[in-house]
Nanobody, 126 residues
Framework: QVQLVESGGGLLQAGGSLKLSCSASGRTFRTYAMAWFRQAPKKEREFVAAINWRGGSTYYADSVKGRFTISRDNDKNTVYLQMNSLKSEDTAIYYC???????????????????WGQGTQVTVSS
Protein backbone atom coordinates (compact mmCIF):
# COMPACT_ATOMS: atom_id res chain seq x y z
CA GLN A 1 0.00 0.00 0.00
CA VAL A 2 1.16 3.55 -0.65
CA GLN A 3 0.05 6.92 0.71
CA LEU A 4 0.34 9.99 -1.51
CA VAL A 5 0.64 13.67 -0.60
CA GLU A 6 0.63 16.39 -3.25
CA SER A 7 2.15 19.84 -2.89
CA GLY A 8 3.13 22.82 -4.99
CA GLY A 9 -0.23 24.15 -6.08
CA GLY A 10 -0.99 27.84 -6.16
CA LEU A 11 -2.39 30.88 -7.92
CA LEU A 12 -0.60 32.33 -10.92
CA GLN A 13 -1.15 34.18 -14.17
CA ALA A 14 -1.57 32.62 -17.57
CA GLY A 15 1.72 31.87 -19.25
CA GLY A 16 3.45 31.05 -15.98
CA SER A 17 4.99 27.83 -14.72
CA LEU A 18 4.44 25.65 -11.69
CA LYS A 19 5.91 22.38 -10.46
CA LEU A 20 3.79 19.96 -8.49
CA SER A 21 5.24 17.25 -6.28
CA CYS A 22 3.73 14.05 -4.98
CA SER A 23 5.50 12.33 -2.11
CA ALA A 24 4.80 8.67 -1.46
CA SER A 25 5.23 6.61 1.65
CA GLY A 26 6.45 3.05 1.65
CA ARG A 27 9.47 1.24 0.30
CA THR A 28 7.57 -0.13 -2.69
CA PHE A 29 7.15 3.21 -4.46
CA ARG A 30 9.45 2.17 -7.27
CA THR A 31 7.11 -0.70 -8.17
CA TYR A 32 4.19 1.62 -8.91
CA ALA A 33 3.26 3.42 -12.07
CA MET A 34 2.27 6.99 -11.26
CA ALA A 35 -0.09 9.49 -12.81
CA TRP A 36 -1.54 12.94 -12.46
CA PHE A 37 -5.22 13.66 -12.92
CA ARG A 38 -7.14 16.88 -12.53
CA GLN A 39 -10.67 17.93 -11.82
CA ALA A 40 -12.11 21.32 -12.66
CA PRO A 41 -15.32 22.60 -11.05
CA LYS A 42 -18.39 20.78 -12.34
CA LYS A 43 -16.28 18.54 -14.54
CA GLU A 44 -15.18 14.94 -14.33
CA ARG A 45 -11.71 14.00 -13.20
CA GLU A 46 -9.47 13.67 -16.23
CA PHE A 47 -6.13 12.14 -17.04
CA VAL A 48 -3.17 14.50 -17.36
CA ALA A 49 0.03 12.44 -17.45
CA ALA A 50 1.51 9.11 -16.40
CA ILE A 51 4.91 7.53 -15.99
CA ASN A 52 6.03 3.93 -15.68
CA TRP A 53 7.88 2.57 -12.67
CA ARG A 54 11.31 3.15 -14.15
CA GLY A 55 10.52 6.58 -15.48
CA GLY A 56 11.47 5.59 -19.00
CA SER A 57 7.98 5.85 -20.49
CA THR A 58 5.66 8.82 -20.18
CA TYR A 59 2.15 9.49 -21.43
CA TYR A 60 0.23 12.73 -21.78
CA ALA A 61 -3.23 14.01 -22.50
CA ASP A 62 -3.35 15.91 -25.79
CA SER A 63 -4.38 19.06 -23.95
CA VAL A 64 -1.08 19.24 -22.04
CA LYS A 65 1.36 17.63 -24.47
CA GLY A 66 4.35 19.88 -25.05
CA ARG A 67 3.57 22.02 -21.99
CA PHE A 68 3.64 19.55 -19.07
CA THR A 69 6.36 17.09 -18.09
CA ILE A 70 5.99 14.22 -15.67
CA SER A 71 9.06 12.78 -13.96
CA ARG A 72 9.95 10.74 -10.91
CA ASP A 73 12.78 10.22 -8.47
CA ASN A 74 12.53 6.73 -6.99
CA ASP A 75 15.24 7.46 -4.44
CA LYS A 76 13.10 10.30 -3.07
CA ASN A 77 9.77 8.49 -3.48
CA THR A 78 8.49 11.48 -5.41
CA VAL A 79 6.78 12.13 -8.71
CA TYR A 80 6.66 15.59 -10.27
CA LEU A 81 4.57 17.49 -12.76
CA GLN A 82 6.29 20.47 -14.37
CA MET A 83 3.65 22.72 -15.90
CA ASN A 84 4.67 25.44 -18.35
CA SER A 85 2.70 27.91 -20.45
CA LEU A 86 -0.26 27.55 -18.15
CA LYS A 87 -3.70 28.50 -19.36
CA SER A 88 -6.88 29.41 -17.52
CA GLU A 89 -8.34 26.08 -18.60
CA ASP A 90 -5.63 24.31 -16.58
CA THR A 91 -7.34 25.53 -13.42
CA ALA A 92 -8.29 22.47 -11.39
CA ILE A 93 -7.49 20.35 -8.39
CA TYR A 94 -4.57 18.14 -9.34
CA TYR A 95 -4.40 14.63 -7.97
CA CYS A 96 -1.57 12.17 -7.81
CA UNK A 97 -2.42 8.50 -8.33
CA UNK A 98 -0.62 5.15 -8.22
CA UNK A 99 -1.20 1.68 -9.62
CA UNK A 100 0.70 -1.56 -9.84
CA UNK A 101 3.48 -1.03 -12.34
CA UNK A 102 3.45 -4.48 -13.92
CA UNK A 103 2.71 -4.34 -17.66
CA UNK A 104 1.92 -0.65 -17.46
CA UNK A 105 0.87 0.79 -20.82
CA UNK A 106 -0.10 4.28 -19.83
CA UNK A 107 -3.51 3.76 -18.23
CA UNK A 108 -5.67 6.86 -18.60
CA UNK A 109 -8.78 5.74 -16.75
CA UNK A 110 -9.02 6.87 -13.16
CA UNK A 111 -10.63 3.54 -12.27
CA UNK A 112 -7.36 1.75 -12.95
CA UNK A 113 -5.56 3.59 -10.15
CA UNK A 114 -5.85 2.19 -6.66
CA UNK A 115 -4.23 4.94 -4.61
CA TRP A 116 -4.90 8.67 -4.56
CA GLY A 117 -3.66 11.77 -2.85
CA GLN A 118 -5.87 14.50 -1.44
CA GLY A 119 -5.17 16.92 -4.29
CA THR A 120 -3.62 20.35 -4.65
CA GLN A 121 -5.35 23.39 -6.14
CA VAL A 122 -3.94 25.11 -9.21
CA THR A 123 -5.59 28.35 -10.27
CA VAL A 124 -4.52 30.16 -13.43
CA SER A 125 -5.86 33.65 -14.00
CA SER A 126 -6.17 35.04 -17.50
Amino acid sequence: QVQLVESGGGLLQAGGSLKLSCSASGRTFRTYAMAWFRQAPKKEREFVAAINWRGGSTYYADSVKGRFTISRDNDKNTVYLQMNSLKSEDTAIYYCAAKDGINFRGATSLYEYAYWGQGTQVTVSS
